[in-house]
């Protein structure tokens, strides 16, 4: 009796300790022993629980009942050696807790018939929850890698064997659900020339470290490429070679729309070659390239392209610069390529390419655009270019300089009658000799950072009135002689060599900082010529719009001067200044009209406030009837639209008059004003206008 004593006290501890509820059921009288660690289990006392054989059914929750009983009917009818199922309780205060019920038949009569069952549920309401965060975290990463497009996967080792997930496969183009796919299966779709580099990322071992990041191609069983990307790392496993674990996601469409971006950033959006900014980057890499050398360097100027551009329009003009485009491409070798430098500049570059072969091709180049189709729009007509080449020999000769050289050989082709090709050299006598136009250019920048450029003004009048209100500004680089140089030396140097934005910012910027208060004050309006390239800049009219605002200068006082010709280079870009102008109430003047076939074009497409009358009219007005009635004709036209009319170039005492006659009411000219230094023109305006206000103010 002791031992036995003794043995209950042992395995009731060990009940106890162990948290396990213990069940005895007696089939044959039908009463169940439920142990005290059961009944404390479900916060119950030993003595408030009948020791019924349903009583652990009454407390199984309603889902839970039929798989219970069937797990019971199952053992007893012999098709399984022991009872082993997952059910809920409910425990005294309401809830359920989760159990683990493992038991069995432990004793039977003669016959086999089950006599006793004795069994333990074990609380596991714990597992059971942690077992439901994981399925929804596990819930929540598959929802995210669905959302994402990325594939996971993982290579045993040891036995060799992959296994993708459905995104994988699908990524991979495979058909089946089986997450086991062959060994050699990733390695067949690799493309052939990422192979070994994919294979040596993928060649991870305990050595490897960190995630290790892998972008290739694989080419899918119908033929399609696709660009994907890998991260790996390897992982030990207790008693294995380890795992390799990865993650795959297709990035075709990411690595298409990269490269189109880098494409679009390199090449000119019109013709589809490369843009100033990558061909003077390309040449430069390949003028230091030794290997490269000689390397030949062609500046092709298109020639009268205005004078298409004025007869057929800028759609016609557009079409006829992609297809000028697509010649010089056909005719350049293989290594060689070309370049759109702005407007209607070209440029391309040959390596290893020298003397009667450089003339030859260039020639080629000249019979290429000569005879390129540029579209029914333009009928008959064709273009012509002037093709100046520069040889590279030595690779410590910089590619600015170097094309400087070419293009210094391309207007002496200019100068020679167009449609040909003149080849540089350093012949000081010949016509394409020295860098001049590359120096001047330089000498303007030099000139900008050392305050060598100074502003001059030209006073525009209203004619039969010694009044003026505004003027025009120039500007003047001083030498390091002191010699005044005029714009007709350093201005097209600036246009050439692409500094002419730079050099109308400074003016535009000066002007405004130095004499906004006085445009405020007295009424002094300010003129400002601007280039093509300034024209062409979309930042224009933010940096202008800022500039107004940051010096206080009226808008109304500031008159921007566009030429036809720059409106022609890029008549977006210009109408979309003239626009933002008009909008802050600027003043626009179209300068040089009727220079061009489209003047009065620009006039419906532009919405300005002055027309200045080209000097070619004004200057012969005297002796030629067609002048006169070309300039009366403007004039009227202009007036009856609204517009100011400036008349330009007034050179004598006889033009101003039958000026004065026609009713054009301002004018500018060396017979009015010579051009002087801008401080003297605002002074004369200050007296000027304060005199005016002391004779307002006088009595009488």
Same mark, same amino acid.
């Given at each position: ?338 370049? $759109? /430098?702005? #407007?209607?500049?070209?440029?391309? +570059?040959? @390596? ?5 072969? *450089? &003339?030859?091709? %260039? ?112 500007? $003047? /680089?001083? #030498?390091?002689?002191?010699?005044? +140089?005029? @714009? ?5 140097? *600036? &246009?050439?060599? %692409? ?115 080209? #000097? ?85």
């Amino acid at each position: 009796m002791a031992m036995e004593k003794r043995d209950q006290d042992i395995w009731k501890t060990a009940l106890d300790r162990a948290k396990l509820g213990l069940w005895d059921w007696d089939l044959a009288s039908g009463t169940c022993f439920y142990s005290a660690t059961w009944a404390q289990m479900l916060g119950y006392r030993e003595d408030e629980l009948a020791h019924d054989a349903d009583l652990w059914l009454q407390l199984t929750h309603p889902e839970d009942r039929e798989q219970a009983v069937s797990s019971g009917e199952r053992h007893l009818s012999g098709q399984t050696d022991i009872i082993e199922t997952e059910l809920r309780l409910k425990h005294k205060d309401g809830h359920w807790v989760w159990v683990l019920d493992r038991g069995g038949v432990i004793e039977r009569d003669e016959d086999g018939k089950p006599l006793r069952m004795v069994g333990v549920q074990t609380d596991i309401t714990r597992q059971k929850l942690a077992e439901y965060q994981l399925e929804q975290i596990n819930a929540r990463f598959k929802l995210a890698l669905a959302a994402s497009g990325i594939g996971v996967w993982h290579f045993d080792m040891a036995t060799e064997q992959s296994h993708w997930d459905e995104k994988t496969r699908e990524i991979f183009g495979i058909d089946g659900s089986s997450p086991e796919v062959p060994r050699d299966a990733w390695h067949g779709y690799l493309h052939p020339e990422d192979k070994e580099r994919a294979e040596r990322a993928h060649d991870l071992g305990p050595d490897s470290g960190d995630v290790t990041a892998v972008r290739y191609r694989i080419v899918r069983r119908d033929g399609e490429v696709r660009h994907v990307e890998s991260l790996l790392r390897f992982v030990e496993t207790a008693g294995a070679a380890g795992q390799i674990l990865g993650t795959v996601r297709d990035v075709t469409e990411k690595v298409l729309h990269d490269e189109e971006l880098a494409h679009a950033a390199r090449h000119d959006p019109l013709t589809g070659l490369l843009n100033r900014i990558a061909f003077d980057r390309l040449f430069a890499e390949q003028v230091a390239l030794a290997r490269h050398l000689p390397l030949a360097v062609f500046y092709i100027d298109l020639d009268y392209f205005k004078a298409l551009n004025d007869f057929a329009g800028h759609a016609a003009g557009d079409a006829a610069l992609r297809a000028i485009a697509a010649a010089i491409r056909a005719v350049l070798p293989a290594e060689g390529y070309g370049g $759109r /430098l702005g #407007g209607d500049e070209f440029a391309a +570059i040959v @390596p290893r390419c020298e003397g009667r072969e *450089a &003339e030859t091709l %260039g020639n080629a180049l000249l019979a290429a655009i000569r005879t390129a189709d540029l579209g029914v729009a333009v009928g008959h007509r064709r273009l012509a270019a002037s093709i100046g080449i520069a040889i590279v020999r030595d690779s410590t000769l910089s590619a600015a300089d170097a094309l400087a050289c070419a293009d210094d050989a391309c207007y002496a082709a200019k100068a020679a009658g167009r449609n040909r090709c003149a080849v540089f050299t350093h012949d000081p006598d010949t016509a394409v000799g020295g860098l001049n136009a590359a120096r001047m250019a330089a000498e303007t920048l030099d000139a900008l950072d050392t305050g060598r450029l100074v502003l001059y003004g030209q006073r525009v009048r209203q004619l039969g009135d010694s009044r003026f209100d505004g003027a025009e500004i120039l500007a $003047r /680089l001083v #030498g390091r002689d002191g010699r005044l +140089i005029p @714009p007709g030396e350093f201005i097209p140097a *600036a &246009e050439r060599f %692409g500094i002419a934005a730079k050099l109308d910012r400074w003016i535009i910027t000066t002007a405004l900082q130095r004499y906004a208060s006085v445009m405020a004050s007295s009424g002094l309006v300010l003129g400002f010529n601007l280039s093509a390239q300034t024209l062409s800049d979309p930042q224009l009219w933010p940096f202008v719009d800022r500039l107004i605002d940051e010096t206080g200068a009226p808008p109304q006082k500031i008159v921007f001067e566009i030429t036809e010709t720059a409106a022609v280079t890029n008549f977006d870009a210009a109408e979309r200044f003239v626009r933002g102008a008009r909008g802050r109430q600027c003043l626009v003047a179209l300068d040089d009209f009727g220079s061009g076939l489209s003047s009065f074009e620009y006039l419906r497409r532009f919405p300005i406030d002055t027309i200045k009358i080209n #000097g070619s009219f004004i200057q012969h007005m005297a002796e030629s009837k067609f002048d006169r009635e070309i300039v009366g004709a403007i004039n009227g036209i202009a007036k009856s639209l609204g517009y100011m009319v400036v008349a330009e170039h007034i050179e004598n005492q006889e033009t101003l008059d039958m000026l004065v006659d026609m009713g054009v009411e301002f004018g500018q000219g060396y017979f009015l004003h010579r051009p002087e230094p801008l401080e003297n023109i605002v002074d004369e305006h200050i007296g000027l206008a304060a005199a005016r206000r002391a004779r307002k103010t006088q009595p009488g």
